[in-house]
């Protein structure tokens, strides 16, 4: 899984609404085939990111492109290459799961669209609850439908905007191993999460947003070197992330 | 890309006909007020109202229509309302889809669930003395201007779903447009009110409507009415359609 040509790239992005400056100048670069983790606290700009990417907001500045498309002047190109899992489960509640998905893939025009349900329905554990209204599904069900819709028609490139809020923890072990899944399958993987043990278990390289801008990026392996090695006095361990999470972003307010 | 967007727009429109057709309550919410109205001025109000007409029932029918659709849109805006809500509008619009579909198809749907209750309404009229022997050019008139006005409306109902912040502001958008026929000749003749009311009833676009239906299902000569009528409608379309693409501009990049 060696890098090929980025998957996304992103340079100096700018959004402000009115007199809130939310993103201040982003740069990062996502490697095909990887899981790419974009951390930050509530409001600190994740999903302005994602919507950008997405093609759903225009950024003020700044260039963004994915799968080597630029997405203020390919915008279809882009939606070509892209899914996107929003925050909330984008499910249709009055249809039934299977008619959720098949409805996504005859949008997205691809063969076959009952059979490509099912198999999806099958690979997430749903084809029992097939038939139901999404109204009677449970949080991780509406997870998963939404996960599985994302995935009809291949997207090169997938967007998991908090994939796994408000999910209790099985279900977001099972959502972390389709998200695994994924990834080994070759599909570069973007993620935004809050929960800091989600980026350590699944994130090939994190970024971390901050009062808008990228403050460090890295592999696990580097982000730990950024803090002293670890002590050895009474208790030896690593720094967990979310201590090196901590202690960046406690630096940057003092400044 | 033309075939996308019948594609689209098709599959958008089934996927909300499913909503329709799954939510009885709403057809039932749409039809009874109408059918209540018909009811009480056919049998309560009607026996002391003069229009100078023997069959009330023929009277009163094309505007218990016009309340049907104006309190039947406000659904189109809850359901627009709902998609935005839900993230499901943005899931559609980080596909590879034609954009319009995803409007068009509420808006397709809006006609296909007022067709529903015209014809609901419709039937109960024939069962309580509701007559026309009007041909096929009168009905086919009479079922243009419907839609005329339903799709007029349904665009009104598109900037009130795409700029409200609630379900209940989505919705409540068609209450003064459920009143209008009341200030109208759907039930009265105009040449009882006073002055000034009587100046705003005929003047505005339910009187023409109502005495288009009327005529044509008389058989008796439309005149003027059925033009300006028309004009009322496409007129409220076409700006009703600049403002939603605006509002519609504004949620999406």
């Known amino acids: ?67 080597g498309f630029d997405v203020a002047s390919a ?118 999460t809050q929960y800091l043990d989600e980026a350590e278990k699944l994130a090939d390289r994190i970024s971390i947003l901050h009062q808008g801008t990228i403050i460090v990026s890295g592999t696990l392996a580097e982000l730990r070197q950024l803090l002293p090695p670890a002590k050895v006095e009474y208790v030896e361990r690593q720094p967990t992330l979310e201590e090196i999470f901590l202690a960046i972003v406690g630096k940057e307010k003092q400044r | 890309m033309t075939t996308h967007v019948l594609n689209d727009t098709g599959v958008m429109l089934g996927r909300s006909v499913r909503h329709v057709t799954r939510s009885v309550d709403t057809i039932i919410t749409v039809t009874i007020m109408p059918i209540a109205f018909l009811l009480l001025f056919r049998y309560v109000f009607g026996g002391a109202i003069q229009t100078g007409t023997d069959n009330y029932t023929n009277y009163l029918m094309p505007g218990v229509l016009l309340i049907a659709i104006a309190s039947g849109i406000s659904y189109t805006a809850f359901r627009l309302f ?83 912040s609630t379900s209940d502001g989505a919705a409540a958008f068609s209450y003064p447009i459920v009143f209008l026929p009341f200030i109208s000749s759907a039930f009265v003749p105009t040449e009882t009110m006073p002055g000034p009311v009587r100046a705003f009833a005929e003047n505005q676009p339910v009187t023409s409507i109502v005495n288009s239906i009327r005529a044509l299902w008389d058989q008796q000569p439309v005149g003027n009415d059925i033009w300006i009528a028309l004009g009322w409608c496409a007129g409220i379309l076409l700006v009703a359609y600049l403002f939603a693409m605006a509002a519609y501009r504004r949620k999406i990049a």
């Open chain 1, 1 to 67: 899984m060696e890098t090929r040509n980025p998957a996304i790239q992103v340079a100096g992005l700018t959004k402000s609404y009115q007199d809130l400056h939310v993103l201040k100048g982003v740069d990062f670069t996502v490697a095909g085939g990887s899981i790419f983790a974009l951390l930050g606290s509530n409001g600190a700009g994740k999903t302005t990111i994602v919507r950008i990417l997405a093609t759903l907001l225009k950024s003020d500045s700044g260039t963004a492109t994915v799968n």
């Open chain 1, 75 to 192: 915008p279809a190109a882009v939606r070509e290459s892209i899914s996107l899992t929003g925050q909330f489960a984008a499910v249709d509640e009055i249809l039934s799961g299977r008619e959720n998905l098949i409805m996504i893939a005859k949008l997205r025009r691809v063969k076959n669209p009952a059979g490509v349900a099912d198999d999806l329905l099958e690979r997430f554990s749903l084809t029992d609850a097939g038939g139901r209204r999404v109204a009677t599904y449970s949080g991780g069900m509406r997870r998963r439908l939404d996960i599985a819709m994302s995935l009809i028609g291949d997207p090169p490139v997938i967007f998991l905007d908090e994939p796994t809020t408000g999910l209790d923890p099985e279900a977001r072990i099972e959502v972390w191993q389709e998200i695994q899944k994924l990834a080994g399958g070759g599909t570069t993987v973007f993620l935004t």
């Open chain 2, 82 to 164: 709902n998609d935005l809500q839900g993230g499901i509008f943005e899931r559609f619009h980080s596909m590879p889809i034609s954009r319009s579909s995803v409007l068009w198809g509420h808006v397709l749907t809006s006609l296909v669930s007022n067709a529903i209750s015209v014809v609901v309404i419709i039937l109960v009229g024939l069962a309580i003395g509701f007559r026309t022997s009007a041909g096929i050019l009168a009905w086919l008139a009479v079922a243009g201007i419907l839609a005329m006005f339903t799709l007029a409306l349904t665009w009104v109902a598109v900037i009130s779903g795409l700029s409200a």
